[in-house]
C-alpha cells in the first residue's frame, strides 16, 4: 500500500481527494494548518468511510501545522520512514487561494504559498520523494485571452495568487530541469469546481469571507443572504452574463488520483493538464439550474464588470482525456443537488 502525503487535505478540493485516495486503497497522510478550513471535513470523512474500511486506523493519519515549518515536515518523513511506511508521493493543496485578498495581502500569500512549496520540496528531495501533483490554477493564463485555453495558451496571471501559482510551476520546472532521472511531477491547472460529495455531508468550509460563485448561490438560496450580485450583464454572450467552465468537484477529486496513477507509471518528466470538463455554462444557466434542480428561487442584482473579467473561459482538456485514465461524469445538475444538501446541512 503506497503512502501519499495530502498538504491542506481539510480543505474543500483537498477533502474530496482524500475520499478518492482511500477508497482507492491509499495510505493517506494529511496536514494542515486549518488556517482557511477545518478538521470537520476529515472527521467526517473517517465517519463515512469507517463502516466500510476497517483499515482505516492504519491508512489515514492527520497533522496539524504550517508547511512553511521544515522540522515539522521533516518530523513527519522520519516518522512514516521509521514505520517502514515512507511517503511515495506528495499531492500539494495547501496554500491561500483568495484573488482579492492577495491582492491585499501579497506578502503572506508569497510567504505562504512559495515559500510553503519550497520548503515541502526541500524535504522530499531530502527524503528520496521524487513525485508530486501540484494544485495549480486556470489564473496563471492570460485573462485578456477569451475562449478555448489550453496548455500551451499565454501564462500571464494578473493577481499575486496566479504569480504565486504560476512561480511554483516554475520551481517545479527547474527541479525537473536539475534531476532529469528522478522527478514525476503533474501539475493541474483546473478551472471552476462546484457542488460537494453526494453524501452532503463534507465540502467548502472557509473561515475567510466567501468570494466563490457556487457558495454564494447556496447561501442566497438558503435565506444567508438577501441577493446574488453578477458582475455585468452586458458581456457578448448567449445573456449577457460571463461563460466559465464548472466542474464537480469529485470529478476534479478523481483528476487527482488519475493523475497520481499517470505519473506513477511514466517516465520523469513535468505534465501539465487542464482540468475542466470542456463546456462552457453562463452564471445565469448555473442560477436557473440551481433553481430547477433545488426548487429555490435566487434573487439577484445585476453590477458593474469586475476588473480582469472576461466574457468566456473553457478549459481544452483533450490532453487529460487522452492520457489520463479519467474524465469528467457529473453533471452541472448533480453538482447543484450535491452542493445544495451539502448547504442544507451545514
Known amino acids: 500500500m503506497k503512502t501519499i502525503l495530502v498538504t491542506g487535505g481539510a480543505g474543500f478540493i483537498g477533502s474530496h481527494t482524500c475520499i478518492s485516495l482511500l477508497e482507492n486503497n491509499y495510505r493517506l497522510v494529511v496536514i494542515d494548518s486549518y488556517a482557511n478550513s477545518s478538521q470537520l471535513n476529515l472527521d467526517v470523512i473517517r465517519e463515512l468511510l469507517d463502516n466500510e474500511y476497517s483499515d482505516l486506523s492504519d491508512r489515514f493519519f492527520i497533522f496539524n501545522g504550517d508547511i512553511r515549518d521544515e522540522k515539522f515536515l521533516q518530523d513527519i518523513f522520519e516518522k512514516f520512514k521509521r514505520m517502514e511506511k515512507s511517503i511515495y508521493a506528495v499531492i500539494h493543496f495547501a496554500g491561500l487561494k483568495a484573488v482579492n485578498e492577495s491582492i491585499s495581502k501579497p506578502l503572506e500569500y508569497w510567504s505562504v504559498n512559495v515559500g510553503g512549496a519550497l520548503s515541502l520540496l526541500k524535504i522530499m528531495n531530502q527524503y528520496n520523494c521524487f513525485q508530486i501533483v501540484f494544485s495549480s490554477s486556470a489564473t496563471v493564463y492570460d485573462n485578456f485571452f477569451e475562449g478555448i485555453l489550453d496548455e500551451k495558451a499565454t501564462l500571464n496571471p494578473k493577481n499575486p495568487y496566479g504569480r504565486n501559482k504560476l512561480t511554483i510551476e516554475n520551481i517545479l520546472n527547474d527541479l525537473y530541469t536539475s534531476q532529469p532521472d528522478l522527478w514525476k511531477i503533474a501539475i493541474l491547472r483546473y478551472f471552476n469546481p462546484i457542488g460537494s460529495h453526494p453524501s452532503g455531508k463534507i465540502g467548502e468550509l472557509p473561515k475567510k469571507d466567501i468570494s466563490n460563485l457556487f457558495p454564494l448561490i447556496s447561501q442566497v438560496a438558503s435565506g444567508k443572504r438577501d441577493k446574488l450580485q453578477i458582475y455585468g450583464n452586458d458581456w457578448p454572450t448567449i445573456d449577457g452574463t460571463g461563460i466559465r467552465d464548472f466542474i464537480h468537484v469529485m470529478d476534479l477529486a478523481d483528476a487527482h488520483l488519475a493523475s497520481l496513477k499517470y505519473i506513477s507509471n511514466s517516465r520523469s518528466d513535468v505534465y501539465t493538464f487542464n482540468i475542466g470538463t470542456g463546456k462552457g455554462t453562463t452564471v445565469l444557466e448555473l442560477i436557473r439550474i440551481f433553481e430547477k434542480v433545488n426548487k429555490c428561487f435566487i434573487p439577484i442584482e445585476f453590477i458593474k464588470r469586475r476588473k480582469g473579467d472576461v466574457a468566456c473561459s473553457i478549459a481544452n482538456v483533450d ?18 443537488r450535491d452542493g445544495w444538501k451539502w448547504q442544507m446541512n451545514n
Not at 322 to 332: A, N, Q, V
Open 319 to 336: 490532453f487529460a482525456l487522452k492520457e489520463l485514465d479519467w474524465f469528467p461524469t457529473r453533471t452541472i445538475e448533480d453538482a447543484c
